[in-house]
């Protein structure tokens, strides 16, 4: 095994908004509190020890046990769980959709992110305690994008017909998939606890929360990890304060709306606000809350209440309204002891909105931290790398222009005519001071002809190296083939593969050496030869 890092702006992956953010540009900067080193941790630590309750504490660690209850919890997780009650001890925490066995390879790196830094934090801060959560996106509803996953570039997809909280849907459906998918998997060494893992997840559990809990547990228990499913009535008892407060006074809208402004001068805006920005969750639906006049509605359905009567809804049962995904951060933040949420590139763009929202609600803002990415590459890709002269920088290149610098590199010829469109601006700079002492107009001509001949070795350049890369067919074909081979699509393969791509050829060794090899605090991307 053998680990490289490039910058993640070099992969040409990553928005102008994460590359800000990572150089900690002036323009980014009132958009985020702390930064994420060791410095900035040490005054998260103390702000969140400030503002988090025993009471928050024992609240939350009974509903983790609760939802523990019917799980084989490992002695690391347990042992997180209990020390959540004590005033050292914080959390890091990732988010993901409950994701078809995962979904895309991005599910392993963030919780294993979030891993890894406990580990480094608790070696700097010995005297705290720190626990990795997966925040498990149970009240999400969109289905159509956690029901399938990627095997060996075919799709493995679930067909359901089902609404509300995903979380909640039955499994009903997934024997099939299940067959499907041991077909495809064969009856390799490492195919086999493939298989018990989905069929122990999905056949044995009855909902879609409990199913991505079993194989999160499977996966990381021994690291302790803690997953947390927030569609929980205690811990929205905890947020109900701050469910009164939207209905109330739309309290997320406007301060969203003022940072949205500010923000947009320089970045896209990843989420708009809604005027409320809470969903009401029935046994079989989510839907939005909506102010109509005096009346709040919950739309598609024929619910409607008062003021008062919405607040009443609100008191009695919190557990039925649901944050969407701008306020989901501040509930998380508001029933955890969290320092640090662990996000993709377009989840930190909207959490860049909120930083205003978390004042006005007087809880703190986390830090963010952009979490580890990875290209694994085998030892016979390297080598054909290595082959192709083809270096790790090079190969996050856009195809076209990969192909057009090692083709020029290899073709034996000067491929630009560089020299020649010095030389013809030269000639035309003499013919210009002839035309200046001749009519006017004459200038114009020039200056056209200038173009049309300087266009015209453009051209020629273009056809020469077309004609190049037909010569050399044999060269682009490897370098097509290599390269979309690891980036699918023309995308980071963490986008696209499943683990079990990876897990069928080395198994949990693959799990092994991510853990190994993943450095948070690095802020860089990974390339990790097996």
């Not at 900035?40 to 009471?55: N, V």
């Not at 200056?447 to 266009?455: G, I, P, R, T, V």
């Given at each position: 095994m053998?680990?490289?890092?490039?910058?993640?702006?070099?992969?040409?992956?990553f928005?102008k908004t994460m590359?800000?953010?990572?150089?900690?540009?002036d323009?980014?900067?009132?958009?985020?509190?702390?930064v994420?080193n060791?410095?900035g941790?040490?005054q998260?630590?103390?702000?969140k020890?400030?503002?988090?309750s025993?009471t928050?504490?024992?609240?939350?660690?009974g509903?983790?046990?609760k939802?523990?209850?019917?799980?084989s919890v490992s002695?690391?997780?347990?042992?997180?769980?209990?020390?959540?009650?004590?005033?050292?001890t914080?959390?890091?925490t990732?988010?993901?959709?409950?994701?078809?066995?995962?979904?895309?390879?991005?599910?392993?790196?963030?919780i294993?992110?979030?891993?890894?830094?406990c580990?480094?934090l608790q070696?700097k801060?010995?005297?705290?305690h720190f626990v990795?959560v997966?925040w498990?996106?149970?009240?999400?509803?969109?289905?159509?994008?956690i029901?399938?996953?990627?095997?060996q570039g075919?799709?493995?997809?679930?067909?359901?017909?089902?609404g509300?909280?995903?979380g909640?849907f039955?499994?009903d459906?997934?024997?099939?998939?299940?067959e499907?998918?041991s077909?495809?998997l064969?009856?390799?060494k490492?195919?086999t606890?493939?298989k018990?893992?989905?069929?122990?997840?999905?056949l044995?559990h009855?909902?879609?929360a409990?199913?991505?809990?079993c194989i999160?547990?499977a996966?990381?228990?021994?690291?302790g990890?803690?997953?947390?499913?927030?569609d929980d009535s205690?811990?929205?008892?905890e947020?109900?304060p701050?469910?009164?407060e939207e209905?109330l006074?739309k309290?997320?809208?406007?301060?969203?709306?003022?940072?949205?402004?500010a923000?947009?001068?320089?970045?896209?805006?990843?989420?708009n606000p809604r005027?409320?920005n809470?969903?009401?969750?029935g046994d079989?639906?989510?839907e939005?809350i909506?102010?109509?006049?005096d009346?709040?509605i919950?739309?598609?359905?024929?619910?409607?209440?008062?003021l008062?009567?919405?607040l009443?809804?609100a008191a009695?049962?919190?557990e039925k309204?649901?944050?969407?995904?701008?306020?989901r951060?501040?509930?998380?933040?508001?029933v955890?002891?969290n320092?640090c949420?662990?996000g993709?590139?377009?989840e930190l763009?909207?959490w860049l909105?909120l930083k205003?929202y978390?004042?006005?609600?007087?809880?703190?803002?986390p830090?963010?931290?952009?979490?580890?990415?990875?290209q694994?590459i085998?030892?016979?890709?390297?080598k054909?790398?290595?082959?192709?002269?083809i270096?790790?920088?090079?190969?996050f290149?856009?195809?076209?222009?990969?192909?057009?610098?090692?083709?020029?590199?290899?073709?034996g010829?000067?491929m630009?005519?560089?020299?020649?469109k010095?030389q013809?601006?030269?000639?035309f700079k003499?013919?210009k001071?002839?035309a200046e002492?001749?009519?006017?107009?004459?200038?114009?001509?020039?200056?056209a002809?200038?173009k049309?001949?300087?266009?015209?070795l453009d051209?020629?350049?273009?056809r020469?190296?077309?004609?190049?890369k037909?010569r050399?067919?044999?060269?682009?074909?490897r370098i097509v083939a290599?390269?979309?081979?690891?980036?699918p699509n023309q995308s980071?393969e963490?986008?696209?593969?499943?683990?079990?791509d990876?897990?069928?050829?080395?198994?949990?060794?693959?799990?092994?050496?991510?853990?190994?090899?993943?450095k948070?605090?690095?802020l860089?991307?990974?390339?990790?030869?097996?």
């Amino acid at each position: 095994m053998k680990v490289t890092h490039i910058p993640f702006q070099k992969t040409g992956f990553f928005s102008k908004t994460m590359a800000d953010y990572l150089e900690q540009k002036d323009a980014i900067r009132p958009f985020y509190h702390n930064v994420p080193n060791l410095d900035g941790f040490q005054q998260q630590l103390k702000e969140k020890q400030a503002s988090f309750s025993t009471t928050s504490r024992t609240l939350l660690v009974g509903a983790l046990r609760k939802q523990y209850k019917k799980v084989s919890v490992s002695e690391e997780t347990q042992r997180n769980i209990d020390l959540l009650l004590k005033e050292n001890t914080f959390t890091i925490t990732t988010g993901h959709q409950l994701n078809l066995f995962t979904g895309p390879l991005y599910f392993l790196y963030k919780i294993i992110s979030a891993i890894n830094l406990c580990e480094e934090l608790q070696a700097k801060f010995p005297k705290q305690h720190f626990v990795p959560v997966y925040w498990m996106a149970t009240e999400d509803h969109d289905f159509d994008e956690i029901n399938y996953f990627y095997f060996q570039g075919k799709k493995i997809q679930w067909n359901k017909a089902d609404g509300g909280a995903v979380g909640r849907f039955s499994t009903d459906g997934l024997q099939a998939v299940f067959e499907a998918f041991s077909e495809q998997l064969g009856a390799t060494k490492n195919a086999t606890p493939l298989k018990e893992l989905f069929e122990k997840a999905y056949l044995q559990h009855s909902d879609l929360a409990n199913a991505t809990r079993c194989i999160a547990n499977a996966l990381f228990s021994n690291y302790g990890l803690v997953i947390v499913d927030g569609d929980d009535s205690a811990l929205k008892q905890e947020f109900s304060p701050f469910i009164k407060e939207e209905l109330l006074n739309k309290t997320s809208f406007q301060a969203v709306s003022e940072t949205v402004a500010a923000l947009r001068k320089e970045y896209e805006i990843q989420v708009n606000p809604r005027e409320i920005n809470l969903f009401y969750l029935g046994d079989d639906f989510r839907e939005r809350i909506i102010k109509e006049g005096d009346n709040y509605i919950v739309n598609n359905t024929e619910i409607s209440w008062s003021l008062d009567e919405v607040l009443e809804e609100a008191a009695s049962f919190p557990e039925k309204f649901s944050p969407n995904v701008l306020m989901r951060p501040l509930y998380q933040e508001v029933v955890l002891p969290n320092l640090c949420y662990i996000g993709g590139g377009g989840e930190l763009a909207y959490w860049l909105e909120l930083k205003t929202y978390f004042k006005k609600a007087d809880i703190p803002f986390p830090i963010l931290l952009l979490r580890n990415s990875v290209q694994v590459i085998s030892k016979n890709q390297q080598k054909k790398l290595n082959n192709l002269t083809i270096s790790v920088e090079e190969l996050f290149l856009k195809q076209q222009d990969l192909l057009a610098k090692k083709v020029i590199e290899n073709a034996g010829i000067s491929m630009g005519f560089s020299t020649q469109k010095k030389q013809l601006i030269a000639q035309f700079k003499t013919l210009k001071t002839v035309a200046e002492k001749t009519d006017g107009s004459f200038i114009g001509a020039v200056n056209a002809q200038e173009k049309k001949q300087l266009n015209g070795l453009d051209t020629l350049e273009k056809r020469l190296l077309r004609a190049e890369k037909r010569r050399q067919k044999e060269l682009v074909a490897r370098i097509v083939a290599l390269q979309n081979q690891l980036l699918p699509n023309q995308s980071l393969e963490e986008r696209q593969r499943n683990f079990s791509d990876y897990y069928l050829e080395y198994g949990n060794a693959f799990i092994e050496a991510l853990k190994v090899s993943l450095k948070p605090l690095q802020l860089e991307f990974t390339i990790l030869e097996m």
